[in-house]
């Protein structure tokens, strides 16, 4: 069974910067893609980057591109999503997403996509 943890959430002034860590197991294959989403209350969940382990390419979602990095430290099975110049409109819960199967690039962000979830962390951006 794949597990997914996420840290790092926490409460930031509009332009500082947060990292996010997710840490995963239990994947039975190599080849998997790993994806971070993000839902603000009353508003639907969006795909905001994605890495995939097989060749290390990276996603991101027009919102974040430019402000947000994801990377991998395969040693340590843990995907990081820095994120810089953070605005108000940024916070939300963000969720760590896995899927092993192959996704078509039109599904990177697309939740019901993804078999695996993390529980979550709080990312709060005050103006």
């Known amino acids: 069974e794949v597990q997914l943890v996420e840290s790092g959430g926490g409460l930031v002034q509009a332009g500082g910067s947060l990292r996010l860590s997710c840490a995963a197991s239990g994947f039975t294959r190599d080849d998997y893609v790993i994806g971070w989403f993000r839902q603000a209350p009353g508003k639907e969940r969006e795909g905001v980057s994605c890495?995939?382990?097989?060749?290390?390419?990276?996603y991101y979602s027009d919102p974040v591109k430019g402000r947000f990095t994801i990377s991998s430290d395969n040693a340590k099975n843990t995907v990081y999503l820095q994120m810089n110049s953070l605005k108000p409109e940024d916070t939300a819960v963000y969720y760590c997403?896995?899927?092993?199967?192959?996704?078509?690039?039109?599904?990177?962000?697309?939740?019901?996509?993804?078999?695996?979830w993390g529980q979550g962390t709080q990312v709060t951006v005050s103006s």
């Open positions: 997403a896995a899927t092993q199967r192959v996704l078509l690039r039109l599904w990177l962000f697309r939740p019901a996509r993804y078999d695996y």
């Open positions: 890495i995939s382990s097989s060749d290390g390419s990276t």
